[in-house]
């Protein structure tokens, strides 16, 4: 509570302080009363001040009235109703002869031909601003090219990442999901090992994996009266990753083949 009592008359203050007509009055009250501020700070004795103030100073309550009310308030008057008329058409007068000098100094600058040296130097440091502008291009571009790699990279782990997968397949099991997913309809254990042309027990060790992972589907094919087996989204995904868009991948994991 006391603390917003002393904020609002702080407030009150800065207003008052800050008024035009109690900033005027001030001033021309010390100007009126100069004598008077004087003695107070002098060394003379207190009771020769109070003298020569009521003998000197302010001799009658009439001088008191008048150079400690009426005349600094008259002055106060001047100089906020009175003063700022000519101060306005002398300022603007002094702003117009600036923009006169200004535009007499551009004219002359414009006329005036430059030196050798200053056309050699003029030339040497837009030299110089246009290769450090083409250095810091080719810096931000460089920068560019590789944020953009790195969020294709990071589009990319994403995607693969949503979908569960995982950049280590089999090449026998990467092929076996590359020729299912060439058949629409299905295709047979007995198709899948024929095609591998390897042992039964491997194939089927692939099948059970691409199972496992969800890569592929076992169905009941009415047309072909048996079972057959289908690549998934899932599956379909490890093909887009590792051979449409990675054909090195089947290059690789042959060579690391021991």
């Known amino acids: 509570m006391y603390d917003d009592v002393f904020k609002t008359i702080k407030a009150q203050l800065y207003d008052r302080a800050t008024s035009p007509l109690l900033g005027s009055f001030i001033l021309s009250w010390i100007a009126w009363n100069y004598r008077f501020i004087m003695l107070i700070v002098s060394s003379m004795p207190a009771t020769e001040k109070i003298t020569y103030i009521d003998n000197y100073i302010f001799p ?17 008057l001047l100089l906020i109703f009175v003063y700022p008329i000519p101060a306005r058409y002398v300022f603007s007068h002094w702003k117009e002869q600036q923009r006169k000098l200004k535009q007499i100094q551009q004219h002359i600058d414009e006329e005036t031909p430059l030196t050798k040296q200053e056309a050699r130097q003029i030339r040497q440091e837009i030299l110089k601003a246009t290769l450090d ?32 997968l995982q950049n280590v397949i089999e090449r026998s099991q990467l092929k076996i999901l590359n020729k299912i997913a060439d058949a629409p309809k ?16 491997r194939t089927e060790f692939d099948i059970g994996e691409l199972e496992r992972t969800n890569c592929i589907s076992r169905e009941f094919s009415n047309e072909l009266n048996k079972i057959v087996f289908k690549v998934t989204h899932r599956g379909l995904a490890y093909i887009v990753k590792f051979i449409k868009k990675e054909p090195k991948f089947i290059q690789d994991q042959e060579d690391a083949q021991p």
């Open 133 to 164: 502008f083409e250095k810091e291009i080719e810096k931000k571009s460089l920068e560019i090219s590789k944020l953009k790699e790195l969020i294709t990279e990071l589009e990319n782990q994403k995607s693969i990442d949503d979908l569960g």
């Open 60 to 76: 009658s309550y009439e001088a008191m009235l008048l150079r400690g009310t009426l005349y600094p308030l008259i002055t106060t």
């Open 186 to 201: 299905g295709i047979t254990i007995d198709d899948i090992i024929e095609f591998t042309k390897g042992d039964r027990i």
